[in-house]
């Protein structure tokens, strides 16, 4: 249940289906990431075109709103893990990311995304 605060400020922005596993999951774990690029909105619209079932559940905007791009009992891959267990691991997080150029580095005096 989400707190009325949070749904208050909750944009639904839903992937299609078939852009995430539509597999209830028992979650364990909560992932923070960072979108290294432009809005939440541009990150979703990114998820559309990629067919790989990449994505997260929520995307907070740098504005402070959440974005919902599916429920949270279901799951996209984020973590780009590479070991035996990588789909039990994602399935088990709910991933949450944050609308941010992230790791920025300086050239010149300005700062760039790295």
């Not at 691991?89 to 990311?97: G, K, N, T, Y």
Request: hydrophobic content about 40%.
């Amino acid at each position: 249940m989400i707190p009325k605060a949070l749904t208050d400020r909750l944009i639904q922005c839903r992937l299609p289906d078939g852009n995430f596993y539509p597999e209830a999951v028992l979650k364990r774990q909560i992932v923070f990431h960072h979108t290294a690029g432009g809005s939440g909105k541009s990150s979703i619209d990114g998820w559309v075109k990629d067919k790989m079932r990449v994505g997260t559940p929520f995307v907070i905007d740098r504005d402070g709103k959440i974005l919902q791009a599916f429920p949270s009992i279901y799951w996209a891959f984020a973590l780009g893990l590479n070991t035996p267990n990588y789909r039990s691991i994602e399935a088990a997080a709910v991933q949450i990311e944050l609308a941010s150029y992230g790791y920025l580095k300086e050239v010149n005096g300005s700062y760039i995304n790295a």
